[in-house]
């Protein structure tokens, strides 16, 4: 049985969750609209993957007796300056989510709530990848004029890491 206090950091993790996932669709969805396909591909898949981490959240929760609850979504931003812009936006929200998620495995081992401890491990490492994943692609922007944005839209479709 989760504590309520548990219970409440859990939820408000699901809704973290969903706003990342709206984010990186507002993103997906603007970049698509400046002509970036692949760009475009990275962050709706991006987006998917947000869901699903919506979804463990959900299904842990009630697992272990809590109510997990459906959150009243943010709009994200519609625009974005440009690609780095975006991308950095993306990894300041990804730093965001790291440090929520490193609250609940402090709360856990407080609470010696060892099953939820051993549980959210899986979303510190996929924090771990996501950052990183995120700060290569800054980088690699960084090394880019404008003129290399073509050739980069293209060279993301290949970029996808399966976490
Ligand atoms: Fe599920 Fe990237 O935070």
Do not use: C
């Not at 409440?8 to 699901?14: F, K, S």
């Not at 002509?35 to 981490?53: K, P, T, V």
């Not at 929200?93 to 099953?115: C, P, Q, T, Y």
């Amino acid at each position: 049985m989760l504590s309520t206090k548990m219970l409440q950091i859990l939820n408000d993790q699901v809704a973290k969750e969903v706003y990342a996932s709206h984010l990186y669709l507002a993103m997906a969805s603007w970049a698509e609209n400046e002509g970036l396909a692949g760009i475009a591909d990275w962050f709706y898949a991006q987006s998917e993957e947000e869901r699903e981490h919506m979804m463990k959240f959900i299904r842990y929760i009630n697992e272990r007796g809590g109510h997990a609850e459906v959150p009243l979504v943010e709009k994200p931003p519609k625009d974005f300056p440009g690609v780095k812009e975006a991308f950095d936006a993306a990894l300041d929200h990804e730093k965001m989510v790291s440090g929520a998620i490193n609250d609940i495995a402090a709360l856990a081992f407080d609470e010696k709530d060892f099953a939820t401890h051993n549980w959210i491990q899986w979303f510190i490492e996929e924090q771990r990848e996501e950052e990183d994943s995120v700060q290569g692609i800054i980088d690699k922007l960084e090394l880019l004029g404008k003129h290399g944005l073509y050739v980069f839209d293209r060279d993301i479709m290949s970029m996808r890491g399966d976490h």
